[in-house]
């Protein structure tokens, strides 16, 4: 089975600032990897797939790289509703796994 | 509009057993890969289950195979999951989710509570 490494599990940062959160694979699943935010209380909300694809309706401030079994995500300018937790998910094959979950808090 | 409708959930003793269902609307049902997703109280979400359009795939997490099982209607464009020999834990939200099928949007259920506890 596939397990996912998501760092940092936590993180302060200020409106404006440039966050990135990594996710490493146990083994390569090329592309096959998704980042979603979940707000509290909600339902996740998928941001990228693809690695890098963004998805519809998603700002461009969003980006996603990365191939093999390390991966990046990068929020270029936090907003307030930004302040969520992140999770990474691998979809290259089953048993589907979630990274452990990044928690972005205001500083 | 998509809709995704959990329903089921509850409180249930160790050992006993849940049918979560999972009502959909506004999309071809029948054409995606379903699956279950769930996530304890003030824990990550962990995937739970998957199933093809026509049942030809099933796939299970580890820590439910064996005691869960999922299954639709695409008949009613529905979902569910029977839990039985239900663990403390097993207690979490359950989420039935639209997911993974590349530039087309994800849809979620609102999230079903099931408390396994004595």
């Known amino acids: 089975d596939i397990q996912m490494t998501q760092s940092p599990s936590s993180l302060s940062a200020s409106i404006g600032d440039r966050v990135t959160i990594t996710c490493r694979a146990s083994q390569g699943i090329s592309n096959y990897l998704a980042w979603f935010r979940q707000k509290p209380g909600k339902a996740p909300k998928s941001l990228i797939y693809?690695?890098?694809s963004l998805q519809s309706g998603v700002p461009s401030k969003f980006s996603g790289s990365g191939s093999g079994t390390d991966f990046t995500l990068t929020i270029s300018s936090l907003q307030p509703e930004d302040f969520a937790t992140y999770y990474c998910?691998?979809?290259?094959?089953?048993?589907?796994?979630f990274g452990g979950g990044t928690k972005v808090e205001i500083k | 509009e998509v809709q995704l409708v959990e329903s089921g959930g509850g409180l249930v003793r160790p050992g006993g057993s849940l049918r979560l269902s999972c009502a959909t609307s506004?999309?071809?049902?029948?054409?995606?890969?379903m699956h279950w997703v769930r996530q304890a109280p003030g824990k990550g979400l962990e995937w739970v289950s998957s199933?093809?359009?026509?049942?030809?795939?099933?796939y299970y997490a580890g820590s439910v195979k064996g005691r869960f099982t999922i299954s639709r209607d695409n008949a009613k464009n529905s979902l569910y999951l029977q839990m039985n020999s239900l663990r403390a834990e097993d207690t979490a939200v359950y989420y039935c989710?639209?997911?993974?099928?590349?530039?087309?949007?994800?849809?979620w259920g609102q999230g079903t509570l099931v408390t396994v506890s004595s």
């Open positions: 693809a690695a890098s």
């Open positions: 199933i093809s359009g026509t049942t030809i795939y099933i």
């Open positions: 506004g999309f071809s049902f029948s054409s995606y890969t």
């Open positions: 998910l691998q979809y290259h094959s089953y048993p589907l796994a």
């Open positions: 989710a639209r997911i993974l099928h590349g530039a087309e949007p994800d849809y």
